[in-house]
């Protein structure tokens, strides 16, 4: 399991990793969610459609980094009609790269 990142204030807002927030005994209001991956993105649809107010934050200028253009933007579209917020920070180092294919690591 990934460590949750070392931002600043992030251990007095008592952060969940994954497993965490499927472990929960009630329904959070709003959901912030770092990252666009897999894990990320079904965890964001999910807590969406069960009701909370659900807001990904993310590096990189599309969801699901590693997939074609063309399915991350199906899956942006599906987060805009289901009214989840999507905020991206700078580029990812991956996409810093000329030519470098991110479904290659």
């Known amino acids: 399991m990934l460590p949750i990142p070392a931002i600043p204030g992030m251990a007095t807002s008592e952060p969940l990793t994954h497993v965490g927030a499927l472990e929960l005994g009630h329904l959070p209001a709003h959901l912030v969610v770092l990252g666009g991956g897999y894990v990320g993105v079904e965890l964001?649809?999910?807590f969406r459609r069960f009701g909370s107010k659900v807001t990904v934050v993310q590096h990189g200028s599309q969801l699901l980094l590693r997939e074609?253009?063309?399915?991350?933007e199906a899956v942006q579209t599906i987060f805009e009609q289901d009214g989840i917020e999507r905020h991206q920070e700078r580029p990812h180092p991956?996409?810093?790269?000329?030519?470098?294919?991110?479904?290659?690591d």
């Open 44 to 46: 964001a649809q999910a």
């Open 68 to 72: 074609d253009g063309d399915v991350a």
């Open 94 to 104: 991956r996409e810093l790269v000329p030519d470098s294919d991110p479904r290659a």
